[in-house]
Each structure stands twice: as C-alpha cells, then as structure tokens.
C-alpha cells in the first residue's frame, strides 16, 4: 500500500495481540500479566499468537501469566508449548473450602488433557 494504514481498521484481533507485543517488549526482564489471553482473536490465529508470546517471551527474557476459560486458547496453547519444550506450564486453579489449589499440567500431561478432552478449565 502506498500510505500507512490505520492499525484499528485491521480488527480486534490484530490490536489485541498488537497490544500483547507491545506489553512484551516493556516488560522485558520482569513479568507479564495476559487476562482473557483470546478477547478478541479468532480461535482460528491463536496458536500463532501463542507462537509469538512464547518466541518474545524467550527472547526478551519476560515470564508471562496469562488466564483464559477458553477450551480453543487451551488447546492452541497446548500444541505451542509442546513446540517449545520446558517453557510453558497450565495451571488449573480450583477451591476447596478457603483454600486455592493450584494443579500443574506439564506439556506431555496437557497433551493427553487436549487429545482426551479432560476438564482443565
């Protein structure tokens, strides 16, 4: 194109995940926090989002949290932290009683969650 385009008129998606790169590239060396990680992307681009939160992720040296009660985003998540061994964990959080307790899916045990369709969220 000849002119610069205006970033709203791609959508919600692209501004959601231009918003999560963005919020990347700050919080290099630290943290990052991602709540509803799918608010406004198709289901059909989420790994390729996943994709590009954990190749940042590993290169700007950031840890990333991200929520999400979407079956999709888990599924697209699953299949991106397989390509990047040892970098991504699920964390199911769930109550009893006052207490919060925290179950860890490493890839291998969220690979068999996705493939069985196993509750996660």
């Known amino acids: 194109m ?9 959508g919600d998606g692209v501004n959601r995940l231009f918003g999560i790169v963005l919020s ?3 919080a290099q060396d630290g943290l990052l926090l991602i709540d509803e990680f799918e608010n406004g992307m198709h289901y ?15 290169r ?4 990333v949290v991200a929520t999400s009660h979407s079956w999709d985003t888990i599924e697209a998540f699953q299949h991106v932290a397989n390509e990047h061994t040892e970098d991504g964990v699920l964390i199911r959080l769930s109550r009893r009683g ?11 045990e969220l690979a068999i ?6 509750e996660v969220r």
Do not use: C, G, H, M
Request: net charge positive.
């Open 60 to 63: 700007l040296d950031i840890q």
């Open 24 to 26: 990347q590239v700050n």
């Open 2 to 10: 000849r002119r610069p385009v205006p970033l709203r008129s791609y």
């Open 98 to 108: 006052d207490e919060i307790i925290p179950t860890l899916f490493r890839e291998d």
């Open 113 to 118: 969650a996705t493939r069985d369709r196993i």
């Open 44 to 58: 059909s681009i989420q790994r390729d989002a996943w994709r590009i939160v954990f190749d940042l992720a590993k």
